[in-house]
T-cell receptor, first 113, second 115 residues
Framework: AQSVTQLDSQVPVFEEAPVELRCNYS??????LFWYVQYPNQGLQLLLK??????LVKGINGFEAEFNKSQTSFHLRKPSVHISDTAEYFC???????????FGAGTILRVKS | EAQVTQNPRYLITVTGKKLTVTCSQN?????MSWYRQDPGLGLRQIYY???????DKGDVPEGYKVSRKEKRNFPLILESPSPNQTSLYFC??????????????FGNGTRLTVT
């Protein structure tokens, strides 16, 4: 079975600074990887996904993530954050040909002015 | 507007009193799922449905029931709620998890408190 570990429960950062939210996964088979964002009092929405091909994927709102198969990681990055990026971010993995999406515990990004 | 609608948004109830949380989607999606979100645990899947009349257990199905009689609706039923079911619940849908790995569309959540 696959599992997802988000290494930081909270990440405080100042506005306009770069940020990296870390995600590691474990699976014995090929996987698809996702990052979702949850703004306060809302459901989750997709930021970006990796299915195949280029290991660097770009998403909405200036976020990008890099798939590293040897390190089984899928870290999320943004070069310059805004106050409006304050939210909880979830990494998720789905086994190739599987029908279950497994979520990590989430990382709360707090952007301070 | 394409959306997943959950009702109610907030619910406070007492132990043992049966309740239903409704979920409806207007996107003709085949796949629907219920998750619960608890601090430090992320989202855990309760039940999912690949299509009408097809449902299956997720990771934490105990104490819950679902039904999928129509494509658009996927209610979550708690026959005898207990305090450990106090949580934030999300319904989600997608055209089908295998269809170009379509993203899940989430409702806005139902915050349930069982006293």
């Amino acid at each position: 079975a696959q599992s997802v570990t988000q290494l930081d429960s909270q990440v405080p950062v100042f506005e306009e600074a770069p940020v990296e939210l870390r995600c590691n996964y474990s699976s014995s088979v090929s996987v698809y990887l996702f990052w979702y964002v949850q703004y306060p009092n809302q459901g989750l929405q997709l930021l970006l996904k990796y299915l195949s091909g280029s290991t660097l994927v770009k998403g909405i709102n200036g976020f990008e993530a890099e798939f590293n198969k040897s390190q089984t990681s899928f870290h999320l990055r943004k070069p310059s954050v805004h106050i409006s990026d304050t939210a909880e971010y979830f990494c998720a993995v789905r086994r190739e040909y599987g029908n279950k999406l497994v979520f990590g515990a989430g990382t709360i990004l707090r952007v301070k002015s | 507007e394409a959306q997943v609608t959950q009702n109610p948004r907030y619910l406070i109830t007492v132990t043992g009193k049966k309740l239903t949380v409704t979920c409806s989607q207007n996107m003709n999606h085949e796949y629907m799922s219920w998750y619960r979100q608890d601090p430090g645990l992320g989202l855990r899947q309760i039940y999912y449905s690949m299509n009408v009349e097809v449902t299956d257990k997720g990771d934490v199905p105990e104490g819950y029931k679902v039904s999928r009689k129509e494509k658009r609706n996927f209610p979550l039923i708690l026959e005898s709620p207990s305090p450990n079911q106090t949580s934030l619940y999300f319904c989600a849908s997608s055209p089908g998890l295998g269809v170009y790995n379509s993203p899940l569309h989430f409702g806005n959540g139902t915050r349930l408190t069982v006293t």
